[in-house]
């Protein structure tokens, strides 16, 4: 049985991979917090019970045979990102407010902190119910 | 996308302020560049553009600095009829540069510059978190 077979390490670990990919998403909209006619995206807030199922679910793949082909995996647990639905527009006409961005990258730390020290308190767990010294 | 793409977009964007920040340079070098004859152009003011384009390399929308536009707005006129390029009046036509303008620019440049070098220095530390996870 590997590590990943376990429920709190795939879940933690889906849950890891949605914040690299909205570190992406922030990381954009910050560099093109001044391009006009961008607009700002972000991901769906995570949820624990609908990404079971994704992570579950049989899965229909599609091949990118050619360069410009997108990857698109329904059920490989894929995160789509989403237009944001900002109310208010910049003069550059896109939806950016840099403290806005900042405040999400922190909390997008803070929150993949918070996962990955699970993660570790999960290992540390499976040591100690091995037998080893922490 | 993983974090390398994260910090690959975030130098995109530090890299289109510096050239921002390049032009605006420029322009404040170059406030007071009247023409040397009388009819001469003195230098004209250039606004920098930003485009964003999908990077399939990087996996995201990266930034960059796109054409150097000329700003067309009127030039100011000084009466100087001392200087060789005034004409039979004796006002010199002087750059449609605004140095209060390109001041704000500049401060816009540099917090945009600092927030994509945050999103950098964040990205690092979960990736050092991430490599935290090896050590158990």
């Known amino acids: ?134 | 996308m993983d974090f390398n793409s994260s910090l690959r977009i975030a130098a995109t964007g530090m890299h289109a302020q510096t050239a921002r920040m390049r032009v605006i340079a420029e322009n404040i070098a170059n406030a007071d560049s009247a023409g040397k004859a009388p009819g001469d152009e003195p230098y004209r003011r250039r606004v920098p553009t930003f485009q964003s384009h999908f990077d399939a390399e990087v996996g995201g929308r990266v930034v960059e600095i796109g054409k150097l536009a000329n700003d067309m707005s009127d030039f100011t006129s000084r009466y100087e009829p001392g200087h060789p390029a005034a004409d039979e009046s004796g006002y010199v036509q002087y750059p449609n540069v605004n140095t209060l303008i390109e001041t704000v620019d500049m401060r816009e440049a540099q917090r945009s510059y600092e927030a994509n070098l945050n999103v950098v220095t964040v990205t690092r530390q979960m990736l050092g978190r991430t490599l935290d996870l090896l050590r158990g």
């Not at chain 1, 991979?17 to 990381?27: I, K, M, P, V």
């Not at chain 1, 109310?87 to 990955?116: C, H, R, S, W």
């Open chain 1, 1 to 134: 049985m590997g590590l990943m077979d376990m429920p709190v390490f795939s879940a933690l670990s889906d849950k890891m991979r949605w914040h690299q990919t909205r570190q992406g998403l922030l990381a954009e909209n910050v560099a093109n917090a001044e391009t006009p006619g961008y607009r700002g995206r972000d991901l769906a807030q995570y949820n624990f019970a609908d990404r079971l199922q994704a992570m579950s679910s049989a899965s229909v793949s599609t091949t990118a045979t050619q360069p410009m082909h997108f990857s698109i995996s329904s059920g490989d647990g894929a995160i789509g990102a989403q237009t944001m639905a900002n109310f208010e527009l910049t003069p550059e006409g896109n939806g950016i407010t840099l403290e806005d961005e900042m405040m999400k990258v922190t909390t997008n730390m803070m929150d993949y902190q918070a996962a990955t020290s699970l993660y570790q308190k999960s290992v540390r767990i499976l040591r100690v119910a091995m037998g080893k010294n922490v």
